[in-house]
């Protein structure tokens, strides 16, 4: 398995996938070897309220990068341009990871430029697996126990959420995060002539979402699960006095996905969807092994052959 793009985390367990006749003999194949692993930390009390997590299908995610736009316009995030992507100054709170596999198992690729004319064959079954990455609001996250400010901290529904006015930027959530999913706001991109994202006009102005923070220079910020869109569906339940629905909320990528690849909901509703793709043997997640106990889980992905 290969990646490449900027972000590679070479030898990690990141994709797993398994042909459709392993899978009729063994449904929790690439997952039959989960232990659970000692934690020093205290554990989150999550049984009074909710606990809002995210489910992806592997099989069904086609890469479209539906979930990116919806993102960007729902959550105030700015089009940066092609030459600060060039700096690694993305600011995707959600990005599409693509994993290549080949015929041949033992091929490892470092420069398309150098691969042999005789050597090209390796691309006639080339195979690709899509993979959303977004912040995995880790209950155990790494990047909290390293801002000297508090600015990034654990909601006690499982939110891994920031306080922009608190934060000074020194980037330690970042370094500390394994899924490299945090972003730095180097621009105040909405109001800089520089940046030609349509942020810095009066009319530009207007599509920008009001229950939404626009963040300014020196800070980080991430993915929050559309935290804007939980409340609203909080407080119209409340208004109708009844509990929440499942389905009630979505965050934005997963009401665009066009495949239902993205399904969020409260795992403490045991009738949820996301409760019972939890519980489904291709269930897993991404770098396990560290213990920080995300909220997103993957569902293997299975081929035909």
């Known amino acids: ?83 600060e992507i060039r700096l690694r ?97 180097w621009f105040r991109y909405n109001d800089n002539d520089k940046f030609d994202n349509h942020f810095n006009n009066d009319l530009g102005k207007m599509v920008i979402n009001p229950d939404v923070t626009v963040r300014t220079r020196g800070v980080m910020e991430k993915c929050s699960f559309c935290v804007q869109k939980i409340q609203a569906g909080k407080l119209s339940a409340k208004r109708e006095n009844r509990k929440i629905k499942d389905g009630d909320i979505k965050t934005a990528c997963a009401a665009a996905c066009p495949a239902n690849a993205i399904v969020f909901g409260d795992m403490n509703d045991p009738n949820s969807e996301i409760s019972k793709l939890y519980k489904n043997e291709r269930s897993y997640h991404m770098l396990e092994e560290i213990g920080v106990k995300p909220a997103v889980s993957y569902l293997t992905k299975i081929r035909n052959v």
């Open 89 to 185: 100054r993305e600011m995707h709170w959600i990005r599409i990871d693509r994993y290549y596999s080949f015929a041949k198992k033992d091929v490892y690729l470092t420069k398309v430029d150098e691969i042999e004319e005789s050597e090209a064959s390796i691309y006639d079954n080339i195979r690709v697996v899509h993979a959303p990455m977004m912040c995995q609001h880790c209950s155990h996250a790494p990047c909290e126990t390293v801002c000297p400010v508090l600015a990034t901290t654990h909601s006690s529904e499982g939110l891994n959420q920031m306080t922009y006015n608190r934060c000074i930027g020194t980037k330690y959530c970042g370094n500390n995060c394994p899924y490299k999913v945090r972003r730095f706001n």
């Open 1 to 83: 398995m290969y990646k490449r793009q900027h972000h590679t985390i070479e030898g990690r367990d990141y994709i797993r996938e398994a042909t459709f006749a392993e899978y009729k003999k063994n449904p929790s194949v690439g997952n039959d070897n989960k232990t659970d692993l000692v934690s020093l930390w205290e554990e989150y009390d999550y049984t009074t309220g909710h606990k809002w997590g995210m489910a992806i299908d592997l099989n069904a995610c086609t890469g479209c990068g539906s979930c990116i736009v919806s993102c960007h316009i729902e959550n105030n995030v700015p089009v940066v341009g092609r030459d």
